[in-house]
């Protein structure tokens, strides 16, 4: 059984930071790519941050320079750093994982409010 489970979410301050963590289980995380989306009331999910089996990464442009993602393969956990966070960061996150020709998954979200 494959889980996903996403913590670290929460209030914060206007220009305040926060961690994001996704533990996997029941995958074989090291072949996996991993993402975080976020979903604001009444908006699409979108992708935030996204990285490869090896490495690599990628941002949505509204993130980048505030936002890091990395990976512990020996965790099997995935992390968004978030700094300088702004009101319109408010959303739920969600964790994803993606193994080619086997599956697409989700965690079940984590509330991260931003007061301003």
């Known amino acids: 059984q494959v889980q996903l489970v996403e913590s670290g979410g929460g209030l914060v301050q206007y220009g305040g930071s926060l961690r994001l963590s996704c533990a996997a289980s029941g995958i074989v995380f090291s072949v996996a790519a991993m993402g975080w989306y976020r979903q604001a009331p009444g908006k699409q999910r979108e992708l935030v941050a996204a990285i490869t089996n090896g490495g690599s990464t990628n941002y949505a442009e509204f993130v980048k320079g505030r936002f890091t993602i990395s990976r512990d393969n020996r965790k099997n956990t995935v992390y968004l750093q978030m700094n300088s966070l702004k009101p319109e960061d408010t959303a739920v996150y969600y964790c994803?994982?993606?193994?080619?020709?086997?599956?697409?998954?989700w965690g079940q979200g984590t509330q991260v409010t931003v007061s301003s």
């Open positions: 994803n994982a993606v193994i080619h020709r086997v599956g697409d998954y």
